[in-house]
């Protein structure tokens, strides 16, 4: 197995596999600042795995080696070329507003070597941006590309204050996206209202993602909502579940609702977060995505 160093491009990203070249493994330890060929051109990255043998079934091929480790002078350009990526943003908003274009950019990037330049921009639909394309590249001469990117994307890029206080997930330790939807929030007996689990992208909050697992563990031992069960005085029907303390909320008749432990009820079959769909389940993740 070939010896490879992972290497990623953003704060938090995917890790892409570089060999070692003529450099010691001992020399790029986590967090090493180096210099590498991508299809874009040289970039700078940041080894996040350290050397180790990796299986070629998860090698991206060809295989390209590290050019360096970053000099100061290699930082420095680094920081000029976000300088004037910044400076290239400005321009090109004067440009989609001369051409009027419905888009809206985000964040403009240049390789290491200024041999590209690219955009990042978000837009409800396709945007025919060749006219910008020629102008851009005419200014700026160098490869021009402009990238369509989604709403979650736009948030992971620009960063922010999620609904919990804390800084967003995408933006501090999510990698990739994990499909969310709004039957996450009823298996954990949440509300189910799309504007309240809605992040600052628009879309369903990633954090519905961490618990789901758990919670759907824990209703495996537990009746449905509106199941009728036995309790030790008698029959009733589950009006509600306290999910962590495992208690239904069982209702007899004209009698108060009480809390009953789960344990001391019988009913015909247990609950599983694939059972109990709803017929306005398909409504509930459409209006979450608005």
Same mark, same amino acid.
């Given at each position: 197995?070939?010896?490879?160093?992972?290497?990623?491009?953003?704060?938090?990203?995917?890790?892409?596999?570089?060999?070692?070249?003529?450099?010691?493994?001992?020399?790029?330890?986590?967090?090493?600042?180096?210099?590498?060929?991508?299809?874009?051109?040289?970039?700078?990255?940041?080894?996040?795995?350290?050397?180790?043998?990796?299986?070629? &079934? +998860?090698?991206?091929?060809?295989?390209?080696?590290?050019? /360096?480790?970053?000099?100061? %002078?290699? !930082?420095? $350009?680094?920081?000029?070329?976000?300088?004037?990526?910044?400076?290239?943003?400005?321009?090109?908003?004067?440009?989609?507003?001369?051409?009027?274009?419905?888009?809206?950019?985000?964040?403009?990037?240049?390789?290491?070597?200024?041999?590209?330049?690219?955009?990042?921009?978000? &837009? +409800?639909?396709?945007?025919?941006?060749?006219?910008?394309? /020629?102008?851009?590249?005419? %200014?700026? !001469?160098? $490869?021009?590309?402009?990238?369509?990117?989604?709403?979650?994307?736009?948030?992971?890029?620009?960063?922010?204050?999620?609904?919990?206080?804390?800084?967003?997930?995408?933006?501090?330790?999510?990698?990739?996206?994990?499909?969310?939807?709004?039957?996450?929030?009823?298996?954990?007996?949440?509300?189910?209202?799309?504007?309240?689990?809605?992040?600052?992208?628009?879309?369903?909050?990633?954090?519905?993602?961490?618990?789901?697992?758990?919670?759907?563990?824990?209703?495996?031992?537990?009746?449905?909502?509106?199941?009728?069960?036995?309790?030790?005085?008698?029959?009733?029907?589950?009006?509600?579940?306290?999910?962590?303390?495992?208690?239904?909320?069982?209702?007899?008749?004209?009698?108060?609702?009480?809390?009953?432990?789960?344990?001391?009820?019988?009913?015909?079959?247990?609950?599983?977060?694939?059972?109990?769909?709803?017929?306005?389940?398909?409504?509930?993740?459409?209006?979450?995505?608005?």
């Amino acid at each position: 197995m070939p010896t490879s160093v992972g290497v990623s491009f953003k704060r938090v990203g995917r890790c892409y596999w570089f060999s070692l070249g003529d450099i010691s493994p001992l020399e790029l330890p986590e967090w090493t600042e180096v210099i590498v060929e991508t299809q874009r051109g040289l970039e700078v990255g940041r080894v996040r795995i350290p050397a180790c043998e990796v299986e070629e &079934a +998860d090698l991206q091929a060809p295989l390209k080696p590290i050019i /360096r480790i970053a000099s100061d %002078t290699d !930082r420095q $350009r680094e920081r000029e070329n976000k300088q004037a990526a910044a400076t290239a943003l400005d321009s090109c908003k004067d440009r989609v507003s001369k051409h009027n274009l419905p888009m809206k950019l985000v964040k403009a990037e240049y390789t290491f070597d200024r041999s590209q330049l690219t955009f990042f921009f978000v &837009a +409800d639909n396709r945007v025919d941006f060749r006219e910008l394309v /020629r102008d851009l590249a005419a %200014t700026f !001469r160098t $490869r021009i590309q402009l990238l369509q990117i989604g709403p979650r994307d736009q948030a992971k890029m620009l960063g922010g204050m999620g609904l919990c206080g804390r800084g967003l997930c995408c933006a501090t330790f999510l990698s990739d996206f994990l499909p969310i939807s709004m039957k996450m929030a009823k298996d954990q007996n949440l509300f189910l209202n799309p504007v309240k689990f809605s992040g600052i992208c628009g879309k369903l909050l990633c954090c519905l993602k961490y618990e789901h697992e758990t919670y759907c563990g824990m209703r495996k031992g537990m009746p449905r909502v509106g199941q009728v069960v036995t309790t030790p005085q008698g029959d009733g029907t589950v009006q509600d579940l306290n999910i962590l303390k495992h208690l239904a909320l069982i209702v007899k008749g004209s009698e108060q609702p009480a809390w009953y432990d789960c344990a001391e009820l019988n009913w015909s079959s247990q609950c599983d977060c694939d059972a109990h769909d709803d017929p306005d389940e398909e409504a509930y993740e459409q209006h979450a995505d608005l």
